[in-house]
């Protein structure tokens, strides 16, 4: 089995760049940058207007980190199954 390390955790949404999404991680307000083609929005509806804040999942490769530091308990050793079916579930790949 595949695995390796991810952030998953709950974040606010603070703005959209061409190849990154920056995010605020609620928990600690630490600035992130995520590569958008990896990383996952866990809601229902990815169009409309985001809620203050949600759940996200990335590769942890995908992740950079802009100010802070991320909280231990955001890094998770996870097969990469469960990854791709979060993928499946709210991006339909």
Do not use: C, W
Request: hydrophobic share 40%; proline share 4%; aromatic share 12%.
């Amino acid at each position: 089995m595949i695995s390796g390390e991810f952030f998953k955790g709950h974040v606010h949404f603070l703005s959209q760049g061409i190849f990154n999404a920056k995010y605020s991680i609620v928990e600690n307000s630490t600035i992130i940058k995520v590569k958008n083609s990896t990383h996952v929005r866990m809601l229902e509806n990815q169009y409309e207007h985001f809620p203050y804040a949600f759940e996200i999942i990335a590769p942890m490769d995908a992740v950079t980190i802009i100010d802070g530091e991320i909280p231990a308990d955001h890094i998770k050793d996870l097969p990469a199954s469960t990854y791709l079916h979060y993928r499946k579930i709210y991006q339909g790949v």
